[in-house]
């Protein structure tokens, strides 16, 4: 059946709105391109690194919105589709500023993956509470297990003295992976991990949430200056790379070649 310019449908949508971003298939060659620079030496180590870190870093910016998206889809919220959040482009997010700038920005000044948060879900429309929260708990789950298939090499032994700046940028990826599901999963209102318990908060304690949530991402934000808390949040995220096999060192030393400059 014919749809004159929109091609066949899936779903009563057009293709169109499932087809993958120019723009995000441009971060991705981008990533594979510095990738193999890296691995290979060709360059300079620091910018090959710096390249490498910062598209797989926004990369995955765009796998969290999308898993957000894509999950409300399921749940039963077609406008995700619509406004062309299961795109995977950046540019079509409520608020580009603080689903990709900012997230770069503390990257660039602190090696913190910071929470992006700017997917608008219609939660009127999705089926049931458990599906409610499954919606927050996607984009989170999503760098939980980027950082864990990331960190595989390592797990299985890899020489990493063999392409030194690669190994070290791909474990610093890994890293801000692991940062961004801990902080994404802090039951604050306004991220994540806050707006995966709201749907079952009562009337009252839901008032009260809404009031806080405009602010939420800014009260994490400074937090995070505090030098206990970020102590403990440090201590709390290396915890969990040990676990899963993250060497630190490699990690410290792939953000010193991220910060080329």
């Known amino acids: 059946m014919s749809y004159g310019r929109y091609g066949s449908r899936v779903g009563g949508l057009p293709r169109e709105a499932f087809r993958p971003s120019a723009l995000f298939l441009g971060l991705v060659a981008l990533l594979a391109v510095s990738g193999a620079m890296a691995y290979l030496g060709l360059g300079s180590d620091r910018v090959n690194v710096f390249l490498f870190v910062a598209s797989g870093?926004?990369?995955?910016?765009?796998?969290?919105?999308?898993?957000?998206?894509?999950?409300?889809?399921?749940?039963?919220?077609?406008?995700?589709?619509?406004?062309?959040?299961?795109?995977?482009?950046?540019?079509?997010?409520?608020?580009?500023?603080?689903?990709?700038?900012?997230?770069?920005?503390?990257?660039?000044?602190?090696?913190?993956?910071?929470?992006?948060?700017?997917?608008?879900?219609?939660?009127?429309?999705?089926?049931?509470?458990f599906l409610d929260s499954l919606v927050s708990f996607a984009g989170p789950a999503a760098n939980l297990v980027l950082a864990i298939l990331l960190v595989l090499p390592f797990s299985f032994g890899v020489d990493v003295t063999g392409h030194y700046p690669f190994w070290a940028g791909l474990a610093f990826l890994a890293f801000l992976q692991l940062t961004a599901s801990v902080l994404n999963f802090v039951p604050m209102p306004g991220v994540d991990g806050g707006n995966l318990v709201y749907p079952w908060l009562s009337p009252e304690w839901k008032r009260g949430f809404n009031h806080v949530a405009p602010f939420g991402m800014l009260i994490l934000i400074a937090l995070l200056f505090s030098p206990r808390i970020n102590g403990w949040f440090f201590s709390l995220v290396y915890a969990i790379g040990d676990l899963i096999g993250l060497p630190s060192f490699l990690a410290s030393d792939g953000a010193a070649y991220f910060r080329f400059w």
């Open 57 to 129: 870093w926004t990369v995955s910016l765009c796998l969290h919105e999308y898993s957000h998206a894509l999950t409300a889809y399921k749940g039963g919220d077609d406008d995700v589709a619509h406004r062309g959040y299961l795109t995977l482009n950046p540019l079509k997010y409520t608020h580009p500023l603080l689903s990709i700038v900012l997230p770069l920005l503390f990257v660039l000044i602190g090696g913190i993956g910071l929470p992006g948060g700017a997917v608008w879900v219609n939660h009127g429309a999705i089926r049931s509470r």
